[in-house]
């Protein structure tokens, strides 16, 4: 008389058992979103429609790239940590996003709680440039330069508090030099004024330096980080001649937080497998980016990692950060 009532109890228990493996197996069911804090065109938006589209095609389904860019990221991280925690919206961070504003804003440290980790997505060195309008061909020159010129030499950067921002102020405070950070909006016009000596050094990644390069209207002196890609595999390291100067710009992929292990663990595995795609490894590498997989655990320790490093930099040099 009670084994009816017993069956049915068991069966519902592994019901609810079975329904996230369930769920995981038929995710994804529709197109994904990766949300990108920055604009369409910059070297964020190349990497991540470029993965995006490798990713698909290993899920079957389309992912939709969408740039939100403003705002410091904190709109783009808000907008997927507000969506339903079920893998179809995902951000696709800048180190910077996650690691440094959180540390100056209390908009981006709240937003940061509603994410977790997905895995890593590439890493690249910030390559140090000088314009030729100065007698600089390598680190130490310009470090004498500096010594000699205290206060007068200028670098740029896309703007205050990102990660070439405090890649200037690590190399300020590692070399012992007096230099100047000019903040710009962005890259292109810093770009100018380095061409013509208005700026003279700027740390940024090699795409948007490169045409100049090439040009002969800058000079490469170093990376901040080795680096396989073919546009900056033979420059020398920084931290061959000043110990400590080293970091790399990176982008990890988000979800928000409450989404079903499952399906982040699937998310993880396809990410891995694409990303270890040999064309699409070359191709990226044509770009001066290395595509780095990790597990969800090794982009969570990659996070705080690099929010310690900087945040102790923010509080050694009582930087002001707005």
């Known amino acids: 008389m009670y084994r009816r009532p017993l069956l049915a109890g068991a069966l519902a228990a592994l019901a609810l058992c079975a329904a996230p493996t369930a769920g995981a197996q038929s995710y994804p069911a529709k197109s994904l979103r990766f949300v990108v804090p920055f604009a369409a065109g910059g070297p964020a938006d190349v990497v991540a429609r470029e993965v995006a589209t490798r990713l698909g095609q290993q899920l079957g389904q389309t992912i939709v790239v969408e740039n939100m860019g403003g705002g410091h990221g904190v709109p783009a991280m808000n907008a997927v940590g507000r969506a339903a925690p079920d893998g179809y919206t995902l951000l696709m961070a800048a180190s910077g996003n996650v690691t440094i504003q959180p540390l100056t804003m209390r908009s981006s440290a709240e937003a940061m709680k509603r994410l977790v980790p997905v ?57 012992r030099t007096q230099i100047e950070h000019i903040p710009y909006k962005g890259t292109s016009q810093v770009m100018v004024d380095l061409a013509s000596g208005e700026v003279q050094a700027l740390f940024s990644s090699m795409p948007s330096l490169k045409a100049l390069i090439d040009k002969g ?24 001649t000043l110990p400590g100067m080293e970091y790399t710009t990176w982008y990890g992929l988000y979800a928000p937080t409450g989404t079903p292990q499952p399906v982040i663990d699937k998310l993880n595995a396809e990410l891995r497998k694409t990303l270890t795609d040999p064309a699409l490894v070359a191709r990226m590498r044509e770009q001066s980016v290395d595509l ?7 982009l969570d320790a990659r996070t705080k990692q690099d929010t310690e490093k900087w945040g102790r930099l923010i509080k050694e040099e009582n930087l002001k950060i707005d």
Not at 125 to 148: C, G, M, S, W
Not at 292 to 298: N, Q, Y
């Open 119 to 175: 895995g890593m997505v590439s890493s690249s060195p910030h390559v140090l440039v000088a314009t030729t309008k100065i007698p600089v061909t390598n680190v130490q020159e310009l470090i004498d330069y500096a010594r000699r010129h205290p206060g007068k030499v200028n670098f740029g950067s896309a703007g205050t508090g990102g990660v070439a921002h405090l890649g200037m102020e690590l190399f300020k405070a590692l070399s």
């Open 217 to 240: 209207s800058i000079r490469a002196l170093g990376l901040t980080a080795p680096s396989k890609a073919s546009d900056t595999a033979s420059l020398p390291l920084i931290s061959a």
């Open 292 to 298: 780095i997989a990790s597990t969800p655990a090794e």
